[in-house]
């Protein structure tokens, strides 16, 4: 171990300088405005592991963004290990509420605070530390599959796994995009959420009216909405929609005052739903209004809206059908429209929830490494997000080990302003892959 963590640190600077360069590209996959980005950011990743000495680097077309392939061969008969992480990003949000400019890498106090340091660049830069410790010759074969269009739910994935079943065949997959129990403690996430979300439009009137001559005999269908939206929960905060599954929470203790200083809840306002921190995060369904589109506030008119627009989305846990779980959604909003209003539903994202069972002596390889680069044991941990991909590799490759890592901490921010990425913690997960390559090999 002495050699390979010496070798680690030997890479860092490179590996940091590389995910410098990548958050300085805005590859938004949700936003068409930066498709060149997109482009430009699968690009820039070819070029680095095409210059580690891959055999092959392509780039994988589903029909979406591009995905990054690159192969590098090893020993015969060693085990192939497919290393996953995405390169594309969320917006910013509020530009201004970020400290320093969400494209410009900053470090500061020991973390890297950027769009994408931690989602998911941080997760492409540990593949490439681990790599680059073994001058781009692993001990075990190496596929890289870095994705393009996670952050809006991995549409052409299905396409991709089928079109490319050969390039995306291994013996573990390790997918570098979850977050660790906390700075110093890594985890392997074992569950996951997965996702279901639409856009509902509810109609009211054929025209805006004056609110005055007709408010109070007639509907507007922004109340109508709002009306709707409202009935996704019970009094408690628990989901109402018939028909979601609910799982069983592991006895984890998640304590309340991190539960606060990480989410920042503002004083007096109060936690929603029944059961366990753990149980709600990780094994209850759960339920958000994401958008309203409605007349922002300095341009409204004594106008009684025709017709109102919003996105919803529900997690899901581990044994729900996902497919079903958007028709309980679509049937929820039909069902209680008030007034008799008009409501129409665009099915959008349907990514399957996952569960990963860590048994067998490549479990146990990667269960060691993470304990020497670390100093103590990775907690079995589920998440509240959701990663597609992690349930598309099980059902599609029956008896290969899928491991999900972590370069991330509660602290990231992930999706969030000023998201960042402990330094301490990405060398700790770089020697961590580092060891787990070196085990797997025997």
């Known amino acids: 171990m002495t050699n390979l963590a010496w070798n680690v640190e030997r890479v860092l600077p490179s590996a940091i300088a590389d995910l410098h360069r990548l958050i300085s590209i805005p590859s938004i996959s949700s936003m068409p405005e930066h498709d060149a980005d ?55 949000g509020d530009a201004d509420a970020w400290t320093s400019p ?33 001058n781009g010759k692993p001990p075990v074969g190496v596929k890289v599959f870095i994705e393009g269009e996670e952050e809006v739910g991995s549409p052409t994935m299905p396409t991709l796994l089928d079109r490319y079943r050969d390039e995306l065949a291994a013996d573990v997959y390790v997918v570098a995009d979850s ?113 309203i589109d409605a007349p922002p506030v300095a341009k409204a008119s004594n106008t009684l809206i025709p017709s109102a627009r919003a996105k919803a989305s529900v997690r899901l846990v ?47 390889a990667a269960k060691t490494a993470f304990r020497e680069a670390f100093g103590v044991d990775a907690v079995e941990i589920g998440c509240g997000g959701s990663i597609p991909i992690v349930a598309e590799f099980a059902d599609r490759n029956p008896g290969a080990l899928v491991l999900v890592t972590a370069v991330t901490d509660p602290n990231s921010r992930m999706h969030g302003i000023d998201e960042s990425l402990d330094l301490g913690d990405f060398a700790k997960a770089a020697l961590a892959e580092t060891l787990l390559l070196n085990n797997l090999a025997g």
Not at 107 to 134: I, M, N, P, Q, T
Not at 330 to 357: F, K, M, S, Y
Request: proline share 6%; aromatic share 6%; net charge negative.
């Open 38 to 92: 997109v482009a430009a950011c699968a690009d820039a990743v070819s070029g680095l592991f095409r210059d580690l000495g891959a055999s092959e680097v392509k780039l994988l077309d589903g029909g979406g963004k591009p995905a990054v392939w690159a192969n590098f061969p090893g020993p015969e008969g060693s085990p192939t290990v497919l290393l996953y992480a995405h390169y594309d990003v969320q917006p910013t």
């Open 102 to 134: 969400a494209f410009e890498p900053t470090e500061r106090d020991g973390r890297l605070y950027a769009r994408g340091s931690a989602d998911d660049k941080g997760g492409v830069a540990l593949h490439l530390a681990a790599l680059r410790v073994f």
């Open 179 to 291: 977050v660790n129990w906390e700075v110093g403690k890594p985890s392997l996430t074992t569950s996951l959420r997965g996702v279901a979300d639409c856009q509902v439009t509810v109609s009211t009137l054929a025209e805006g009216l004056h609110s005055g001559q007709f408010g109070g005999v007639v509907p507007d269908a922004l109340t109508a909405l709002c009306r709707l939206l409202a009935t996704l929960h019970d009094e408690a905060g628990n989901v109402a929609i018939e028909g979601l599954v609910t799982g069983t929470a592991p006895d984890l203790d998640y304590p309340e005052d991190r539960l606060l200083e990480e989410t920042g809840l503002l004083e007096g306002v109060s936690q929603i739903g029944d059961g366990s921190v753990v149980e709600r995060m990780w094994f209850k369904p759960a339920a958000s209004v994401l958008a």
């Open 318 to 364: 581990p044994g729900q059908d996902p497919a079903a779980a958007a028709k309980a959604l679509e049937d929820h909003l039909r069902r209680n429209a008030p007034w008799g209003a008009h409501v129409d539903v665009v099915a959008g994202q349907c990514g399957a929830p996952g569960r990963i069972t860590l048994e067998g002596e490549r479990a146990e």
